[in-house]
């Protein structure tokens, strides 16, 4: 029963924030153009240009002695090895 109260309560709050359905382009007095005209193209998902990054982490503040790498490459895949440290260099690069 408490449920139920619980539900229908959320909902309404939910409606109200919501306002109702949504107004067309037209009925919002906003211009509607000819899409005829248009340039289409095709993009990775994301958009825009992707990158890819590589952190080094090192055993001191100087970063002279490795001790460890993260890679995350463009087709989605991270690798790990070594040891991470609070010290590290990030280097990223655009992916092809």
């Known amino acids: 029963m408490a449920l139920s109260r619980w539900v229908v309560g959320f909902s309404a709050l939910v409606l109200g924030a919501c306002g109702g359905a949504a107004e067309s382009e037209a009925e919002a007095g906003l211009p509607v153009g000819d899409t005829s005209t248009v340039e289409q193209r095709s993009e990775q998902p994301g958009g825009g240009t992707r990158y890819g990054q590589h952190r080094t982490y090192y055993h001191e503040a100087a970063k002279t002695t490795w001790a460890g790498a993260w890679h995350a490459d463009c087709s989605g ?20």
């Open 77 to 96: 895949y991270i690798g790990q090895s070594g040891q991470v440290t609070p010290y590290y260099t990030d280097t990223y690069f655009i992916c092809p």
